[in-house]
């Protein structure tokens, strides 16, 4: 089937290479061009460019339901420096990427190597292990509010069949935040299966070579399979990252930022900023800050990974 | 191939890994365990503990008293119109723009497709209040409109990178017959490239329509109107006004995640080409 070989073609395929002469075009190649990609880059301005420059102005304004929008210049941003719960929100959040981010890799990482070692049945473990996470969050979430249950929830069941004392998982201040980043490692899914085309991409020669240079399991792990997997562990880690600093429907689900501001996610006080004090300008700084955030992470992370990131045809 | 080989040769390590997949497997199914065991007992049982698996007696009421606790049909209603659309006009736009993207010569081709790649960095909630106060200025929240009305203009960039992605595969010289043909770029699209595409195209059909089963923040942000509310919304509705009616809430997450794993297991080998096809790799 051409599918199969395609898809190994695509995934084998170099970066993009300079598009080869071929018989000449249409000289109307622009005005085709305007109608295929048209509706994408008109959606890129109306529903990117202009939202993101708009909500730029409407951090300066005071702008809620209740009054007209009155320019306010930067007091916006002046009295986010001064408020505790955004530097709570922004705690909390850094909090949750920082363990959430490197356990649900690390858990995706060793599960693309389980299914590496074609075991039997290795389809149907490929199966389980993605299946949570087609999950809709709002089921996971409402699901796992369920687990968490300290009177009759499945997890305190489990810790009292190992003779634990219950815990109180989301709802106590200080257990909020690693219930739910042990929630996080449960839908490695996606993360997992591009850890494992990377795995597949190792040639075994350099398995060989540690082996004849009497080196074991640890020394393949560390000296061929970490180097040869950092281009995939870096894309993993952006999108990873940039995902969990905008988690949301947890802390809506399950918490409702608490208990004492414990779980406050920064989208979840923007979205409360915005949506229930309707104090748009105010909730448009603070996106702002994320976006911020956001950009200069993914950024850092980019411009430094020439330092560990190894690309077999040499370093771009 | 060592998955050949019969049990006694395993060697060690294999067993090793052979057992932690095992527990790994079981662990992870065990929250969906849990949700189908509590769908289906009485209340009364629910609150023994430490809790039981067996559901004595099975409740199967449980599924028609959720259902009807919520109207549920009328979610699932509305689900579908926002779904419906979304699929279609993500497929089409996609489509479009990843052959502008990689069939047509055009001065910054390159250069445009990168700058739409980078707004995938681009919180949403950056964009969501400018947006939100636009829609509702024109009166259409609490309309499917602003929930579908982006993925007819390209808001998938995701898409738009496989596909485009995927049609580089197809040589070139399929297109130059065409063209030598009299085909114009539409038709070269329509001819050449969708027949030898469909992997790809069902792919994102599948992933698009599931990301609009599962959507919840949009559907939040927009329907504030319970007549308008998607099943995802509802649920949620449900949580809050039902909290210790964990039998029925059970039942009624099991309802709006079976069609989901439904989907998966029909079409399982496309949610793990998307990610092969995207060409990410080691």
Do not use: C
């Not at chain 1, 890799?105 to 149907?124: C, D, E, S, V």
């Not at chain 1, 003779?163 to 909020?176: C, D, F, N, V």
């Not at chain 1, 240079?213 to 040869?228: C, I, W, Y």
């Not at chain 2, 294999?14 to 189908?36: D, E, H, Q, S, T």
């Amino acid at each position: 089937m051409l599918s199969a070989e395609a898809i190994e073609i695509a995934a084998a395929a170099p970066r993009p290479v300079a598009p080869a002469r071929h018989l000449p075009r249409h000289r109307g190649q622009l005005a085709w061009a305007a109608l295929f990609v048209g509706p994408a880059v008109f959606g890129f301005l109306f529903f990117k460019l202009v939202p993101i420059l708009a909500s730029f102005v409407i951090a300066l304004t005071n702008w809620t339901v209740a009054n007209t929008p009155s320019f306010v210049g930067s007091a916006n941003f002046e009295r986010l420096l001064a408020d505790r719960l955004f530097w709570k929100s922004l705690g909390v959040t850094a909090y949750y990427a920082a363990f959430s981010v490197p356990a649900s890799m690390a858990f995706a990482l060793l599960l693309a190597m389980l299914l590496n070692q074609k075991l039997p049945g290795q389809r149907l473990f490929r199966t389980i292990f993605y299946l949570p996470s087609v999950m809709p969050v709002i089921v996971t979430s409402v699901l796992w509010l369920w687990m968490f249950n300290p009177d009759l929830g499945l997890l305190n069941a489990l810790l009292a069949d190992i003779g634990l004392p219950k815990a109180h998982w989301i709802y106590s201040e200080g257990g909020a935040i690693p219930s739910l980043v042990f929630m996080s490692i449960w839908h490695v899914g996606p993360m997992m299966i591009i850890f494992l085309a990377g795995l597949q991409g190792v040639p075994r020669t350099l398995y060989e070579a540690v082996e004849i240079d009497g080196g074991g399991a640890l020394a393949r792990f560390r000296h061929v399979t970490l180097p040869m997997l950092t281009p995939t562990i870096l894309f993993n880690l952006v999108i990873s990252t940039i995902g969990a600093l905008q988690t949301f429907t947890q802390s809506y689900v399950m918490t409702d930022g608490g208990p004492n501001n414990a779980s406050l996610f920064m989208v979840f006080y923007i979205y409360r900023t915005a949506f229930k004090d309707t104090n748009m300008g105010y909730a448009s700084a603070l996106a702002w800050v994320l976006f911020v955030i956001i950009a200069a992470i993914s950024f850092l992370l980019l411009k430094t990974s020439n330092r560990w990131v190894y690309y077999e045809g040499g370093n771009r | 191939m060592s998955a050949r080989l019969p049990l006694k040769q395993w060697p060690a390590s294999l067993w090793l890994a052979f057992v932690l997949a095992v527990l790994f497997a079981l662990g992870m199914i065990l929250p969906l365990a849990w949700l189908v065991r509590s769908s289906l007992m009485e209340l009364g049982q629910i609150f023994i503990f430490p809790p039981q698996w067996i559901p004595d007696p099975f409740a199967w009421s449980n599924y028609p008293d959720a259902l009807t606790t919520i109207p549920f049909l009328h979610y699932l209603w509305n689900t579908l119109v926002i779904l419906v659309p979304t699929v279609i006009g993500t497929v089409l736009t996609t489509t479009m723009a990843a052959f502008g993207f990689s069939r047509l010569e055009w001065p910054g081709r390159d250069a445009v497709f990168n700058i739409l790649l980078a707004t995938l960095m681009l919180p949403f909630v950056t964009t969501l209040i400018p947006t939100f106060l636009w829609w509702s200025k024109m009166g259409l929240t609490n309309t499917p409109w602003p929930l579908v009305v982006p993925h007819w203009f390209g808001a998938d960039v995701f898409f738009i990178f496989l596909l485009r992605q995927f049609f580089r595969t197809i040589p070139r010289e399929l297109d130059d017959a065409a063209i030598l043909d009299g085909a114009n770029p539409l038709q070269v699209l329509w001819h050449v490239i969708v027949p030898l595409s469909k992997p790809a195209l069902i792919t994102v059909a599948i992933l698009s329509g599931l990301a609009s089963w599962n959507d919840f923040l949009d559907p939040l942000i927009y329907l504030q109107d319970s007549s308008q509310f998607t099943l995802a919304l509802g649920l949620s509705e449900f949580t809050g006004l039902y909290t210790s009616q964990w039998h029925l809430l059970m039942a009624a997450a099991t309802v709006v995640v079976v069609p989901v794993l439904v989907l998966f297991f029909l079409a399982q080998r496309y949610f793990v080409e998307s990610i092969t096809l995207s060409g990410i790799k080691g």
